[in-house]
T-cell receptor
Framework: QKEVEQNSGPLSVPEGAIASLNCTYSDRGSQSFFWYRQYSGKSPELIMFIYSNGDKEDGRFTAQLNKASQYVSLLIRDSQPSDSATYLC?????????FGTGTSLTVIP | DTGVSQNPRHKITKRGQNVTFRCDPISEHNRLYWYRQTLGQGPEFLTY????????KSRLLSDRFSAERPKGSFSTLEIQRTEQGDSAMYLC???????????FGPGTRLTVL
């Protein structure tokens, strides 16, 4: 079992819609949870981090964490073509960071 | 720009040659990580340092790979006797505290012919 699992997609949404990205993790000792965006040929850039159960909102992005279900999600509201990228979920227990394989998102104008 | 720099940005080498990459992290960050990423995969952990100490190294990592962070500032990753399977993007990430955000450099893309 991989430490972090994501649906690879591709996920396609029309411009202005809500994109929903999901991630599960296996280590119950995980303490911090991150979403990174990666454009083709570029390095990952941080979108959001979340430490506590519940929702955390930052502009058009909302991260949701449910530690009991070992589940993290990212909602992107009012999706824009510039949001088209691969989204990586990452978790850490304070030592290694574990990344999922990423979900490819395409926002269709 | 995250403040993490990597050099070179691209490296083309022939099989069997040695290559060395450099990473300069954010100055106040004491943790530095190396990852390898291939197409369609997430970053794969290679090793990490806290200050100058190398605390963990992936058990999947061949002994052809070695990393140093001699003064707790910049780090180098060396690959000896490169193989075509080493072709990948090598990413460096800088981190302040153990559960804090990692900030990535732009990466070094290695192509082994």
């Amino acid at each position: 079992q991989k430490e972090v699992e994501q649906n690879s997609g591709p996920l396609s949404v029309p411009e202005g819609a809500i994109a929903s990205l999901n991630c599960t993790y296996s280590d119950r000792g995980s303490q911090s949870f991150f979403w990174y965006r990666q454009y083709s040929g570029k390095s990952p850039e941080l979108i959001m981090f979340i430490y506590s159960n519940g929702d955390k909102e930052d502009g058009r992005f909302t991260a949701q964490l449910n530690k009991a279900s070992q589940y993290v999600s990212l909602l992107i509201r009012d999706s824009q073509p510039s949001d088209s990228a691969t989204y990586l979920c990452a978790v850490t227990n304070g030592n290694q960071f574990y990344f999922g394989t990423g979900t490819s998102l395409t926002v269709i104008p | 720009d995250t403040g993490v720099s990597q050099n070179p940005r691209h490296k083309i080498t022939k099989r069997g040659q040695n290559v060395t990459f450099r990473c300069d992290p954010i100055s106040e960050h004491n943790r530095l990580y190396w990852y390898r990423q291939t197409l369609g995969q997430g970053p794969e952990f290679l090793t990490y340092f806290q200050n100058e100490a190398q605390l963990e190294k992936s058990r999947l990592l061949s002994d052809r790979f070695s990393a140093e962070r001699p003064k707790g500032s910049f780090s180098t990753l060396e690959i000896q006797r490169t193989e075509q399977g080493d072709s990948a993007m090598y990413l460096c990430a800088s981190q302040q505290g153990s559960t804090d955000t990692q900030y990535f450099g732009p990466g070094t893309r290695l192509t082994v012919l």
